[in-house]
């Protein structure tokens, strides 16, 4: 069964769902992030008008116990930040549409695997300041998605200080990490049709 939020502004299409998911309160920055700065964010799929907050179809990351919320911006990606799945809804969403993330403090968020469709995703890519350069993001029918350590979007630029480093093994448990692919790239983006679809990995 197919549900979107039905017109040009929705950021998360599912097509088949994993789990739905409630649990654990948004972190402060969930409801004020700035997700467009006029002149310093190069990216085709946001734009002035964008909301604050998290932004559905970005990654929900472990912000502490019984928190979530995007990434901390930085240039290092924090590897207690682990990737959860990704939001429904934006959190503040544009006037006059419901606002239950304010009022409860939560945001849901998809998880456990399932096909969605993104709207919002990073198309630029990042020099080595994390600043957004001129230069497109090229991307292929079967790229691993990860999370952007600035902005929680999805990209196909792996967290650079993590890309090549092996996973850490103790005791023969895999220790947390975001440079574990989120999500695998199925359809790409076109002129036609900008939302990506994704097999979601978390």
């Known amino acids: 069964m197919v549900t979107s939020v039905q017109g040009a502004d929705y950021g998360l299409r599912i097509l088949?769902?994993?789990?739905?998911?409630?649990l654990g309160f948004l972190d402060a920055n969930g409801f004020t992030k700035v997700n467009f700065v006029s002149g310093t964010t190069i990216n085709s799929t946001l734009?002035?008008?964008t909301p604050k907050g998290v932004l559905a179809g970005s990654v929900a990351v472990v912000k502490g116990t019984d928190l979530i919320g995007n990434?901390?911006?930085?240039?290092?990606?924090d590897v207690s930040?682990?990737?959860?799945?990704?939001?429904?809804?934006?959190?503040?969403?544009?006037?006059f549409?419901?606002?239950?993330?304010a009022a409860s403090?939560?945001?849901?968020?998809?998880?456990?695997?399932?096909?969605?469709e993104v709207r919002y995703y990073e198309t630029?890519?990042?020099d080595a300041y994390g600043i957004h350069t001129a230069t497109l993001i090229t991307?292929?029918?079967g790229d691993k998605l990860y999370c952007d350590s600035r902005s929680g979007l999805l990209t196909n630029v792996p967290p650079d200080d993590l890309a090549n480093v092996p996973p850490v093994i103790t005791n023969g448990i895999i220790a947390a990490s975001n440079n574990q692919p989120v999500a695998i790239l199925t359809r790409v983006p076109t002129t036609a049709d900008i939302s990506m679809r994704i097999a979601l990995r978390v």
Do not use: C, K, W
């Open 16 to 22: 088949y769902v994993g789990h739905r998911n409630t």
């Open 47 to 49: 734009s002035a008008a």
């Open 71 to 77: 990434p901390t911006p930085a240039a290092s990606p």
């Open 81 to 95: 930040e682990t990737p959860l799945g990704l939001f429904i809804n934006d959190a503040s969403g544009y006037a």
């Open 97 to 101: 549409q419901s606002t239950s993330a």
């Open 105 to 116: 403090g939560r945001a849901p968020y998809v998880d456990s695997m399932g096909t969605y």
């Open 124 to 126: 630029n890519t990042r």
């Open 139 to 141: 991307y292929t029918a």
